[in-house]
């Protein structure tokens, strides 16, 4: 077993703010996700990685950086936050072959003002 | 949401009835996942396919991958399978997320 912990939970920003959002996992897994989830909506892609200084871009990287410090952490950056935005963001990780299952943090809350 | 569609978007139960939700994928879909999430927004996960059919307790999934299609079933609602379900997909045998639905919405009541 193992856990995900995302950091702040909830984080409040202004308009044009660069915003940095932090995860670990302790799974010892290869593959780490950044997710964002609007209101009422499913999760989409906005970074992987797949081993440390590994960065892959998903359907939604646009107005985003990641950086993949060490293979227990991986960080989001919002470059310049949009005000009136609000979402919450999903850490995961997996493997990188075989048995693919992603296992979820438990979210940051963003609010831009 | 278009290339993994759920359905349906929202459902209510009567506590001890079943149900089913189902997933169709335009995608080549090699693993499916399904997700609850609960009011505090925390996913949960429920099976992890590749094809072919799963049972935990009360709940059991089936992923077809050659008509692209996934269902889970619900069997004797509580009031605790309340919340969002979501199914999602990944495309290819190594590691490069997840393309998700957008949930089937589950209010069990008494």
């Known amino acids: 077993g193992g856990i995900i912990t995302q950091t702040p939970k909830f984080l409040i920003g202004q308009e044009g703010q660069k915003l940095t959002l932090k995860c670990q996992q302790n799974f010892n897994h290869d593959t780490m996700y950044w997710y964002r989830q609007d209101s009422g909506k499913g999760l989409r892609l906005i970074y992987y990685s797949i081993t440390e200084n590994d960065l892959q871009k998903g359907d939604l990287s646009e107005g985003y950086d990641a950086s993949r410090e060490k293979k227990s952490s991986f960080s989001l950056t919002v470059t310049s936050a949009q005000k009136n935005e609000m979402a919450v963001f999903l850490c995961?990780?997996?493997?990188?072959?075989?048995?693919?299952?992603?296992?979820f943090g438990p979210g940051t809350r963003l609010t831009v003002l | 949401g278009d290339k993994v569609k759920q359905s349906p978007s929202a459902l209510s139960l009567q506590e001890g009835t079943n149900s089913a939700l189902r997933c169709n994928f335009s995608i080549a879909a090699t693993t499916v996942q399904w997700f609850l999430q609960n009011p505090r927004g925390s996913l949960i996960n429920l099976f992890y396919l590749v094809p072919g059919t799963k049972e935990n307790g009360r709940l059991k999934s089936t992923f077809n991958s050659k008509e692209s299609y996934s269902t889970l079933h619900i069997r004797d609602a509580q009031l605790e399978d309340s919340g969002t379900y979501f199914c999602?997909?990944?495309?290819?045998?190594?590691?490069?997320?997840?393309?998700f639905g957008l949930g089937t919405r589950v209010s069990v009541f008494p």
């Open positions: 995961a990780s997996s493997r990188t072959g075989g048995a693919l299952e992603q296992y």
């Open positions: 999602a997909a990944e495309a290819g045998n190594y590691a490069q997320g997840l393309t």
